[in-house]
T-cell receptor, first 116, second 117 residues
Framework: DAKTTQPPSMDCAEGRAANLPCNHS???????VYWYRQIHSQGPQYIIH???NNETNEMASLIITEDRKSSTLILPHATLRDTAVYYC?????????????????FGQGTRLTINP | NAGVMQNPRHLVRRRGQEARLRCSPM?????VYWYRQLPEEGLKFMVY????????ESGMPKERFSAEFPKEGPSILRIQQVVRGDSAAYFC???????????????FGPGTRLTVL
């Protein structure tokens, strides 16, 4: 799996957009970018993933640069509940058609603190 | 639609005892993954199982640890002769088989916090 680089911590004011960067300069053509978060000791929560196009869902937006060497997770209107460690992970989608999703290799992530 | 269930949520064992951690995947999911999170550290993959098969155990310690996912019942992570260094949060995740909207995702349970005295 390609390695990712994230800032160890970030702060953001409540109600503002939180932009979390991730560098993955060695990403391969068949590797996706995934984002998970872990809210204080809970199990990690899937947020979003993408291959090369920008993606948006009810939780966040994912912006992937054209060369795919970096990406940004955007939480458009951060709330206090978004305080968590955010993990950027790159990996191939599946091991095979009838096999499960590939294991996740977590780095240290970014500790995002939303301030009132 | 119940999520991934793990029990117990908290487990206390004395050194040398055995610990059994259970994981029931989401309905319709046939793939289970176990991860460990040591205090103040990130999550580390341990093992990936399908029903009655271990697919990838590259993250499992060589001794004392074993995992199974029987045809019927939950997946079990078993730690024999626990030591203080086994104290950690153990998370289970599951993913569905086949092509569905969420087939690339892993859904995590709330974890079991093991404390070894």
């Amino acid at each position: 799996d390609a390695k990712t680089t994230q800032p160890p911590s970030m702060d953001c004011a409540e109600g503002r957009a939180a932009n979390l960067p991730c560098n993955h300069s060695t990403i391969s053509g068949n590797e996706y970018v995934y984002w998970y978060r872990q809210i204080h000791s809970q199990g990690p929560q899937y947020i979003i993933h993408g291959l090369k196009n920008n993606e948006t869902n009810e939780m966040a937006s994912l912006i992937i640069t054209e060369d795919r060497k970096s990406s940004t997770l955007i939480l458009p209107h951060a709330t206090l509940r978004d305080t968590a460690v955010y993990y950027c992970i790159v990996r191939v989608a599946r091991l095979g058609e009838f096999q499960g999703a590939q294991k996740l290799v977590f780095g240290q992530g970014t500790r995002l603190t939303i301030n009132p | 639609n119940a999520g991934v269930m793990q029990n117990p949520r908290h487990l206390v064992r004395r050194r040398g005892q055995e610990a059994r951690l259970r994981c029931s995947p989401m309905k319709g999911h046939s793939h289970v993954y176990w991860y460990r999170q040591l205090p103040e550290e990130g999550l580390k993959f341990m093992v990936y199982l399908q029903k009655e098969n271990i697919i990838d155990e590259s993250g499992m310690p060589k001794e004392r640890f074993s995992a199974e996912f029987p045809k019927e019942g939950p997946s079990i992570l078993r730690i024999q002769q626990v030591v203080r260094g086994d104290s950690a949060a153990y998370f289970c995740a599951s993913s569905p088989l086949g092509r569905s909207r969420s087939y690339n995702e892993q859904f995590f349970g709330p974890g079991t916090r093991l404390t070894v005295l």
